[in-house]
């Protein structure tokens, strides 16, 4: 697999512009475990190779077990998840597919059970954020593997 462009250094305003946007969601107080929860999630239902592979790196660097990485994609048939936990990946995946169910009701309410008001406003640009991040990878072909936590070089962002 080929890039197709180096969209950092085409538009880095563009880039410190999303930058931004996730200089937010680190400082909003939200778990940093769980928000790599949600930035593999979205990249696993967006299909994005570079970012499925930064985030469970990042996850594994800050603890995260190998058994709730890959029982990921089947969150709800495992025991491994906290209730925030699944609250916050419901509403991942409502979001993240949006045109499917327009984030029904339900999970809406499962989710305010969980999070404070200004939490899910957070939780929902980290979630704006992922998808934004899984579009350039995926359109642009980022290709995954060089990608080291300590080395945010090879960081799309």
């Given at each position: 697999?080929?890039?197709?462009?180096?969209?950092?250094?085409?538009?880095?305003q563009?880039?410190?512009?999303?930058?931004?946007?996730?200089?937010?969601?680190?400082?909003?107080?939200?778990?940093?475990?769980?928000?790599?929860l949600v930035?593999t999630?979205?990249?696993?239902?967006?299909?994005?190779?570079?970012?499925i592979?930064?985030?469970t790196?990042?996850?594994r660097a800050?603890?995260?077990?190998?058994q709730?990485?890959?029982?990921l994609?089947?969150?709800?048939?495992?025991?491994?998840?906290?209730?925030?936990?699944?609250?916050?990946?419901?509403?991942?995946e409502?979001?993240?597919?949006?045109?499917?169910?327009?984030?029904?009701d339900?999970?809406?309410a499962?989710?305010?059970?969980?999070?404070?008001?200004?939490?899910?406003?957070?939780?929902?640009?980290?979630?704006?954020?992922i998808?934004?991040w899984?579009?350039?990878a995926?359109?642009?072909?980022?290709?995954?593997?060089?990608?080291?936590?300590?080395?945010a070089s090879?960081?799309?962002?």
């Amino acid at each position: 697999m080929q890039p197709r462009i180096d969209y950092r250094n085409v538009a880095p305003q563009g880039i410190e512009a999303m930058r931004g946007l996730e200089a937010y969601v680190r400082r909003s107080g939200l778990e940093p475990g769980l928000l790599d929860l949600v930035r593999t999630r979205a990249s696993q239902i967006n299909g994005c190779a570079y970012c499925i592979d930064m985030h469970t790196k990042d996850a594994r660097a800050s603890g995260e077990s190998e058994q709730r990485l890959y029982a990921l994609d089947a969150w709800r048939e495992t025991p491994f998840f906290t209730d925030r936990e699944r609250a916050a990946l419901a509403w991942t995946e409502a979001v993240t597919l949006v045109r499917e169910g327009h984030v029904p009701d339900d999970v809406y309410a499962e989710a305010r059970r969980h999070f404070s008001e200004r939490e899910l406003v957070d939780l929902t640009l980290a979630i704006v954020a992922i998808n934004g991040w899984n579009r350039l990878a995926i359109s642009m072909r980022a290709v995954p593997g060089a990608y080291r936590p300590a080395d945010a070089s090879h960081a799309p962002r």
